[in-house]
């Protein structure tokens, strides 16, 4: 899969530039343009007892943030990379899912709705984005909290299903960017509650085995990839992952819409894109 378009949509308090520009490698694997969004927020604009709008604030807010792209735009553009600046009035989540289907992208690119990066960094805007959208939702983390770019070292998430292929063939689209990819399997929970050490050695092994001809795959690509089977709680074994292997970028397929809510109240890839130092692709 190929990123040529992105949305990349800021409320500025947590991502800004600087994120921007840390995406800028995805011109070497295909991107040509990025949609910059932010969203005024219509609850802060409105006269609730008259049904009115703050007119001048609203100009204002627009004003500001078009004026903050133009700044941004020419940093795209020197990136050789198109860019289209837009500021709309709305619910941020149904403005971002109704842009990105208007303008045809390939990934959007949200930042966290926390500035503390201690707190929990998914909030209502990316659950209701990733809940409608079609295509990959990359959420980004802090880029002064990963060393390089977050395409230099990809641990990529595997489990067999639909989604993770999904994710491992954007993972390959990316082949030109990426310089190594760690497939990672956890095998954990009901996978070993039967089974004695012998036999979870065992199964280790079948699993490693599996994920050798995704290694091979990436390797006819040019990319450096290894296989790990890791045995624990699967969420907490991705997250020391990516500190074992020193990973700039979390890959996962999620869930299907029909389990949505048991996705977001307890599942890994919720708590990975929580609680991940660095950025997480989250691909449906």
Known sequence: MKVKKLLFATEFASMALPELKALFPLKEAGLEEVVLLHVVEIEKVGFVPYGGFLKDAQEKMVAEALSRFRDWGHEVEEADIRVKPLVKVGVPWRSILLTAEEEGVQMVVLGTEKEDPDALAVGSTALNVLRHTEVPLFIMKRVEQVKGTP??????????????????????????VVKRVDLVYVLGGSDISDLDVQEIEQRTEEYRKSLQVYVQELAQLGVEAQAHVFVGGVAQEILRGVQDLESTLVVMGTTGKDRFKEFWLGSASHRVAELSPVSVLLVP
């Open 151 to 176: 395409f230099d070292r990809v641990l990529l998430a595997m489990d067999f299903s639909l989604p993770s292929e999904k994710a491992l063939g954007l993972v390959m689209g990316l082949a030109s």
